[in-house]
């Protein structure tokens, strides 16, 4: 059986050779060839089927009143965000909204809850969601940061808001938000200042303008 698919294998390989008008040597060569021909098409193949990289970005969303960190998600029963942008006397109004309502209602300013809001009233025309840059209650810059719990005479004694990233770094990070919140506000609840420090990592931006009760502030 060997012997005869010897002579076969023998026969096409001098078949060849004859039509290709080459010695042994040349065979060599060719063959050689062939099989560095064959690797290269099977790695590309291979590298092809590969699955892309997917990137996950972890969210964070960490607070504290009073120097009390807690799981918003234990103290609030509504946590929702917006985030949008509207044209006013020729100039660009972006602004982001985090709202914390203690219970599970429709969201309104009369239901106690926490909001912080970044108002640009002079934003650039990018594309992105919010501007980078600090945002405080004294509006350097057009950038004003609101950071409260409202009620009868609330107040802000100060805040301030850096704005890492809404966007800008691209790809994954399209339309999550990266911030940290200092800041001290009255609160008529308990009739009294209470201090604030929050940081947010890769936190979602909502688009639903009716998700807050603060989307007027674009007007």
Known sequence: MMNKFKEWHTKIMKSYMKKLNI??????WLSWSKG?????IL?????????????????VFEISLDGETFDPNDRYAKITSFGGEKWVDNKLRKIFILYLQVDDGDPRLDR???????????????????DIGTYTWQNPDNK?????????????????????????????????????AEGE???PYIQRTMTVSMRLENFPIGRDITSTPYGYLLD
Do not use: R
Request: aromatic content about 10%.
């Open 23 to 28: 010695e042994m040597y040349g065979l060599a």
């Open 36 to 40: 560095i021909l064959m690797g290269i």
């Open 43 to 59: 790695m590309m193949l291979l590298g092809c089927s590969k699955d892309e990289e997917v990137v996950v970005l972890e969210e």
């Open 112 to 130: 106690q809850h926490f909001a912080l809001y970044c108002l640009d009233s002079d934003a650039n025309d990018d594309g992105e969601l919010l």
């Open 144 to 180: 004003y940061a609101g950071v409260e719990i409202p009620g009868n005479d609330e107040y802000v004694v100060w805040n301030e808001v850096i704005v890492q990233d809404a966007g800008q770094l691209g790809g994954a990070h399209t339309g999550l938000i990266c911030l940290t």
């Open 185 to 187: 506000f009255y609160n």
